[in-house]
């Protein structure tokens, strides 16, 4: 494959030339790989309904925010119990049906949850979006892994990273836009890109779960192995700390006295960033070593959420921002290759799907604990956040030597 990676690195064959830097950068790929990025920026472009689901409620529905509060809970445990089923699903039926289905499931969810206007409907509707509007994720990671060699796979998962980011960036002007004209033209975009992510999928990626030479294992399996699982603690942790930035950041922004819109200022910092800086240094990360980045980007992380308790205005919450996020970039393209070099092949989507639970654990207790914080004071939260960011990044480093004997065979 001309232009691509030797080990960890990518060398251009072609001296110079804008042509064998694109190659470099975004060349020796699969079709399959292509239409799977495609279909999740399409995907994220449509996805408006979770952005603004708290507004939607009080505002189109006429709850109360402690029930608004309750009903997005229940989307919570939803999600929580979503990524272990869907990393299931992705070993048992396959990796296609199990992101066609969960898209296709999503879709009818959304124009379910758009028309519902009882209660029990709602958080009807709102458990099975919780189930299944991520269960695409599993599945998904678990096709970067059988698709890409090793070497290529932080390369890979960098690029879904920056087409999710630039689809969702896109997707929060254009709903917030959109909901001034009525939300249910937010409900109906969404299930329809779902549907066309679900459709590409099926349509134009074969299915790529390897053979099962056994039935023993499951997720007993992923639990015996205890370099996992001390990830996922790890990745707990993190997710803990990043998840603040849509948790309590924005209630200690305007806690300080500012307007609604310092919040919204400051976070677009972030996706601006990402689409610029990702695309730059992908290539240059890719050829590092994936532990020692991510804990230095947790590390970044930590720092700057940790600043946050120093500033008091929009333009200094911009710049911790843009801390964090430099951080963000450096972890986003390797988390997916790690737990693939941990995964056998047989349990790949199991392996994501646990990690994936991580994340959604995180989201739930971000809000529970991030707010006791903050009711302590905001040097308190941020102090300890960014303490919990650096313990995140120690604990990456001290795994990382294991990480590292479980991928040289690879």
Same mark, same amino acid.
């Given at each position: 494959?001309?232009?691509?990676?030797?080990?960890?690195?990518?060398?251009?064959?072609?001296?110079?030339?804008?042509?064998?830097?694109?190659?470099?950068?975004?060349?020796?790929?699969?079709?399959?790989?292509?239409?799977?990025?495609?279909?999740?920026?399409?995907?994220?472009?449509?996805?408006?309904?979770?952005?603004?689901?708290?507004?939607?409620?009080?505002?189109?529905?006429?709850? @109360? %925010?402690? =029930?608004?509060?309750?009903? +997005? #809970? !229940? *989307? $919570?445990?939803?999600?929580?119990?979503?990524?272990?089923?869907?990393?299931?699903?992705?070993?048992?039926?396959?990796?296609?049906?199990?992101?066609?289905?969960?898209?296709?499931?999503?879709?009818?969810?959304?124009?379910?949850?758009?028309?519902?206007? @009882? %209660?029990? =409907?709602?958080?009807?509707? +709102? #458990? !099975? *979006? $919780?189930?299944?509007?991520?269960?695409?994720?599993?599945?998904?990671?678990?096709?970067?892994?059988?698709?890409?060699?090793?070497?290529?796979?932080?390369?890979?998962?960098?690029?879904?990273?920056?087409?999710?980011?630039?689809?969702?960036?896109?997707?929060?002007?254009?709903?917030?836009?959109?909901?001034?004209?009525?939300?249910?033209?937010?409900?109906?975009?969404?299930?329809?890109?779902?549907?066309?992510?679900?459709?590409?999928?099926?349509?134009?990626?074969?299915?790529?779960?390897?053979?099962?030479?056994?039935?023993?294992?499951?997720?007993?399996?992923?639990?015996?192995?205890?370099?996992?699982?001390?990830?996922?603690?790890?990745?707990?942790?993190?997710?803990?700390?990043?998840?603040?930035?849509?948790?309590?950041?924005?209630?200690?922004?305007?806690?300080?006295?500012?307007?609604?819109?310092?919040?919204?200022?400051?976070?677009?910092?972030?996706?601006?960033?990402?689409?610029?800086?990702?695309?730059?240094?992908?290539?240059?990360?890719?050829?590092?070593?994936?532990?020692?980045?991510?804990?230095?980007?947790?590390?970044?992380?930590?720092?700057?959420?940790?600043?946050?308790?120093?500033?008091?205005?929009?333009?200094?919450?911009?710049?911790?921002?843009?801390?964090?996020?430099?951080?963000?970039?450096?972890?986003?393209?390797?988390?997916?290759?790690?737990?693939?070099?941990?995964?056998?092949?047989?349990?790949?989507?199991?392996?994501?799907?646990?990690?994936?639970?991580?994340?959604?654990?995180?989201?739930?207790?971000?809000?529970?604990?991030?707010?006791?914080?903050?009711?302590?004071?905001?040097?308190?939260?941020?102090?300890?956040?960014?303490?919990?960011?650096?313990?995140?990044?120690?604990?990456?480093?001290?795994?990382?030597?294991?990480?590292?004997?479980?991928?040289?065979?690879?």
């Amino acid at each position: 494959m001309e232009g691509v990676a030797k080990g960890w690195g990518v060398t251009s064959t072609a001296a110079g030339g804008k042509a064998s830097l694109l190659q470099a950068r975004v060349g020796g790929f699969p079709r399959a790989f292509w239409v799977l990025l495609g279909g999740t920026f399409v995907n994220r472009l449509g996805t408006m309904v979770e952005p603004f689901i708290g507004v939607y409620l009080t505002q189109s529905r006429g709850m @109360s %925010l402690a =029930a608004t509060g309750a009903v +997005m #809970a !229940v *989307l $919570g445990v939803g999600s929580l119990m979503s990524q272990l089923v869907a990393g299931w699903l992705a070993d048992h039926l396959g990796r296609r049906a199990t992101l066609s289905g969960g898209m296709v499931a999503t879709a009818a969810t959304m124009i379910f949850l758009g028309y519902s206007t @009882s %209660l029990p =409907a709602i958080i009807g509707a +709102m #458990a !099975v *979006l $919780g189930l299944v509007v991520d269960a695409y994720r599993p599945a998904s990671q678990a096709l970067v892994a059988d698709l890409i060699p090793p070497h290529d796979r932080p390369r890979a998962f960098g690029l879904l990273f920056w087409a999710i980011n630039l689809g969702f960036a896109v997707a929060m002007i254009a709903g917030g836009w959109l909901a001034q004209g009525g939300f249910l033209w937010l409900f109906w975009i969404d299930a329809v890109t779902s549907v066309i992510f679900g459709y590409l999928v099926w349509r134009a990626v074969p299915e790529t779960r390897p053979e099962r030479t056994h039935e023993a294992g499951g997720f007993r399996e992923v639990l015996r192995d205890r370099l996992m699982i001390v990830y996922v603690l790890i990745t707990f942790l993190y997710t803990f700390v990043y998840l603040q930035a849509y948790t309590t950041l924005p209630l200690a922004i305007t806690g300080r006295g500012l307007p609604t819109s310092a919040y919204g200022l400051a976070i677009c910092v972030n996706g601006v960033l990402i689409v610029i800086v990702q695309p730059l240094v992908g290539n240059w990360l890719a050829a590092r070593d994936p532990s020692t980045v991510m804990a230095a980007g947790m590390a970044i992380v930590g720092a700057g959420f940790a600043l946050t308790a120093l500033v008091s205005t929009t333009a200094g919450y911009a710049m911790t921002v843009a801390v964090w996020t430099l951080g963000e970039v450096a972890t986003a393209g390797m988390a997916g290759a790690v737990v693939a070099t941990l995964a056998p092949a047989h349990l790949r989507g199991r392996y994501s799907g646990l990690y994936g639970f991580a994340w959604s654990a995180g989201g739930l207790l971000a809000p529970l604990v991030g707010t006791r914080l903050l009711a302590a004071g905001q040097v308190t939260l941020w102090t300890t956040v960014g303490a919990l960011g650096l313990l995140a990044a120690l604990g990456q480093l001290a795994v990382a030597p294991a990480i590292r004997r479980r991928s040289a065979p690879a």
